[in-house]
């Protein structure tokens, strides 16, 4: 399939790829190697081929370790504590009291609230939800606030304990969200419930704020239909001044098949056909493009799922 690519596609592709290069070198693109960004270049053989990756590589967003402690600041420092305040579970004199409360190896039995993940929604032991758990628990709070899933259950037979605050790497299409309410009965344990993904697309926050006007959902931003790869707002898939994403999109699905991905088409865009280029340092949201973390003999992934 022939793309309406730009005459100077060539030029622009190799700027994208030194952009990219300097990326990792500047530690900013932070857990990947040049090596393997490289290697992940080269699965692409033709100029039409390069010029769709370096698109990809223009639209990356990616949330290196510095990222994360930002946006773990964020919620512990503004958005928990004014939740906290706000539904009257516990008063915060300062900042610094607070980080140290949260922080004492007594603090399960002072503090009437836990912390935990999305997890357990597909079996896979995995999750990219569970890295930010991670991330945040080394950073923020300490170990015994943190209960697993299979737990929950416990919290309504101690009094002292009236609020869940969960973690998330990204809330997408809301499946897995509703999965997991389902699956772990969270709604009949009388709980306030605060939700907190490092990111949320609009429709899927939408969709969850709608099913379950009972939980609290802040996201630390959130993301729109501009954020997919194939969005109008992508100006590398313009040509004369005619947005030609779809164009784009057929291009990448047959080049997927050419390449036999060994995957479902409807993979091919991530979950719920998202097609983001958005990525953490430790972790991978399935709503990302398959080109991103696909990998087999014949096609050299950027990034692990």
Partial sequence: MNLPIPADAENISERIFESAKKLIEYKYWDAIQEYELVSWINNFTTKEEKYFAASILLTLIYRNQ???RTFGAQLF????PNYLEEKKVYSIDCLDSWH???NTPNARANLPFRFSTIEGVDNKPAKSGAAIFRALKKEFFDNSLGIGCQSFENLSKNN???TLILFD???GTGEQFDTFIKKTGLLSLNLNVLYCPFAANAEGLKEIKSKYPSIDV???EILSEANGLFAKSNKLFYHDNICKAEDFKHFYKALCSSRNFKMDVNE???KGELALT???NDSTPNNNIAALWYGDKNWKRLVKR
């Fill in 66 to 68: 510095n990222a994360i």
């Fill in 77 to 80: 420092q503004v958005t928990i």
């Fill in 100 to 102: 140290e409360q949260i």
């Fill in 160 to 162: 002292k304990i009236n």
């Fill in 169 to 171: 790497d990204i809330l």
């Fill in 218 to 220: 802040l996201p630390v």
């Fill in 268 to 270: 091919l865009l991530g």
């Fill in 278 to 280: 958005y990525l953490f």
